[in-house]
T-cell receptor
Framework: EAGVAQSPRYKIIEKRQSVAFWCNPISGHATLYWYQQILGQGPKLLIQFQNNGVVDDSQLPKDRFSAERLKGVDSTLKIQPAKLEDSAVYLC????????????FGPGTRLTVL | GNSVTQMEGPVTLSEEAFLTINCTYTATGYPSLFWYVQYPGEGLQLLLKATKADDKGSNKGFEATYRKETTSFHLEKGSVQVSDSAVYFCALSDQNTGGFKTIFGAGTRLFVKA
């Protein structure tokens, strides 16, 4: 079974530029998460989707971050414009459904904002 | 609100030493508890879980017991190997947080020397 795929693996941009990350969850997984993991910290939830609907985006900085999952499968996370403090690893995870316990994580995208 | 606190690292051990990584939690409901492991350059992987009080989760020689009376879920292994070097995250998932959101601790880095 293929795991959660993310691209790119690494991205370096200058502040005020835009960037987009892509995630393809495990086939059949209805729930998809985007997390931000700053160096030395645990993952922090940015947004949770159930199929193509948003369940929780309370910690998403909506003035600069946006995410979509239009067809309920793959998802994109965008930052526009980026700030220095956005430097982090962006993790995508999926699980079968909301009531299931185990999340499966992708390898992450490491973003460096200069 | 719900939270997870785990011991700060790094933890440095010699091969075959006994490992304990402490984790305590605060939750209003009856959460499920998890330990995730993150190897260098990879995403998080579920190591073990426990869904109710007094449950013991175990995997790959690691184990942790859900202690409701002390609100703890300490990770233990009797004899660590160099290959266990990684970052370990304690986490909880509670249906009362909405959408079974998972909250992670800050992580504890483990170094095992040969």
């Amino acid at each position: 079974e293929a795991g959660v795929a993310q691209s790119p693996r690494y991205k370096i941009i200058e502040k005020r530029q835009s960037v987009a990350f892509w995630c393809n969850p495990i086939s059949g997984h209805a729930t998809l998460y985007w997390y931000q993991q700053i160096l030395g910290q645990g993952p922090k939830l940015l947004i949770q989707f159930q199929n193509n609907g948003v369940v929780d985006d309370s910690q998403l900085p909506k003035d600069r971050f946006s995410a979509e999952r239009l067809k309920g499968v793959d998802s994109t996370l965008k930052i526009q414009p980026a700030k220095l403090e956005d430097s982090a690893v962006y993790l995508c995870a999926s699980k079968l459904g909301q009531t299931y316990n185990e999340q499966f994580f992708g390898p992450g995208t490491r973003l460096t904002v200069l | 609100g719900n939270s997870v606190t785990q011991m700060e690292g790094p933890v440095t051990l010699s091969e075959e030493a006994f490992l304990t990584i402490n984790c305590t939690y605060t939750a209003t409901g009856y959460p499920s508890l998890f330990w995730y492991v993150q190897y260098p350059g990879e995403g998080l992987q579920l190591l073990l879980k426990a869904t109710k009080a007094d449950d013991k989760g175990s995997n790959k020689g690691f184990e942790a017991t859900y202690r409701k009376e002390t609100t703890s879920f300490h990770l233990e292994k009797g004899s660590v190997q160099v290959s266990d070097s990684a970052v370990y995250f304690c986490a909880l998932s509670d249906q009362n947080t909405g959408g079974f959101k998972t909250i992670f601790g800050a992580g504890t880095r483990l170094f095992v020397k040969a």
